[in-house]
């Protein structure tokens, strides 16, 4: 199947209001605009959910598929589940942003699954946020899988890790996104030290987006006892590094973290 024909099938269903794509492919990874291609006009998605975490997924198919004319006006809510690496192909030094002309999106879900050996957080997700136009964005929505490592991510490279997170907290903190109201960023299945160390360390994670009290901000991870989850940061309130003082929340202790 070609991208014209998958484009085509896609938009065949004019009354189509809510869409999930799983591990799309092509014939020829080559995409194109559909801004100005007559079949195209008649899609009015509300909802795209696109999954596909392959390590080589080809996202410029899904992109562009957004680039059909009605969606600028029907699209409020996009969820993208893909391996964390393939951001890469899309930032830095694109010449056309994936979301450019979406201008009635009001909630973007992003998860990102991280591969068990990579040390160290991606900035490729931040970069491409920071490339963003203006929004009118009120709800973002990100998720790092992390599956069950056996390496940390906040060990020897822990300062690279704190810097990505900073980009991130910079980009969503920046006008492009004042309209933004909601940020829940989790980290689903951390190693256990990586855990403790966020939450020993929350003082340094996304202050910029604490002071605007936006933040939702929680870790999960496995041990022999079980699922823990720590919330780390509570929507409203600035957490422990701010002038709003939450206690240490009675759901963990250090000690329910493995050494």
């Given amino acids: 199947m070609s991208f014209g024909e998958f484009a085509r099938f896609i938009c065949a269903?004019?009354?189509?209001?809510?869409?999930?794509?799983?591990?799309?492919?092509?014939?020829?990874?080559?995409?194109?605009c559909l801004a100005t291609v007559g079949f195209a006009r008649s899609l009015g998605l509300c909802s795209l959910d696109i999954d596909d975490e392959r390590l080589d997924s080809n996202l410029s198919l899904y992109w562009q598929l957004l680039t059909a004319p009605r969606l600028s006006i029907t699209l409020t809510n996009i969820c993208l589940d893909v391996a964390e690496c393939v951001?890469?192909?899309?930032?830095?030094?694109?010449?056309?942003?994936?979301?450019?002309?979406?201008?009635?999106?009001?909630?973007?879900?992003?998860v990102l699954a991280v591969q068990e050996d990579i040390q160290t957080l991606n900035p490729a997700?931040?970069?491409?946020?920071?490339?963003?136009?203006?929004?009118?964005?009120?709800?973002?929505?990100?998720?790092?899988?992390?599956?069950?490592?056996?390496t940390p991510l906040f060990g020897l490279s822990a300062s690279s890790s704190l810097y990505t997170l900073r980009m991130l907290d910079e980009a969503l903190a920046s006008p492009s996104f004042s309209s933004l109201t909601t940020v829940h960023i989790t980290f689903l299945q951390l190693y256990p030290r990586?855990?403790?160390?966020?939450?020993?360390?929350?003082?340094?994670?996304?202050?910029?987006?604490?002071?605007?009290?936006?933040?939702?901000?929680?870790?999960?991870?496995?041990?022999?006892d079980g699922v823990h989850r720590d919330t780390i940061v509570r929507l409203g309130f600035k957490g422990r590094g701010g002038e709003d003082n939450l206690s240490a929340p009675s759901s963990i202790e250090k000690e329910d973290v493995l050494m």
């Avoid at 910029?208 to 870790?219: A, C, F, S």
């Fill in 194 to 224: 990586d855990a403790l160390y966020l939450r020993a360390n929350e003082h340094l994670l996304f202050r910029l987006l604490r002071t605007r009290r936006i933040l939702d901000l929680v870790t999960t991870w496995s041990d022999g």
């Fill in 13 to 32: 269903f004019p009354n189509l209001l809510k869409l999930k794509l799983v591990t799309i492919s092509c014939k020829r990874r080559e995409a194109y």
């Fill in 125 to 150: 997700l931040a970069i491409l946020l920071s490339q963003m136009p203006p929004v009118c964005i009120t709800t973002v929505k990100i998720t790092y899988w992390c599956h069950v490592r056996r």
């Fill in 87 to 110: 951001l890469e192909d899309l930032a830095p030094g694109q010449q056309y942003h994936p979301l450019t002309h979406l201008t009635h999106l009001q909630k973007l879900e992003i």
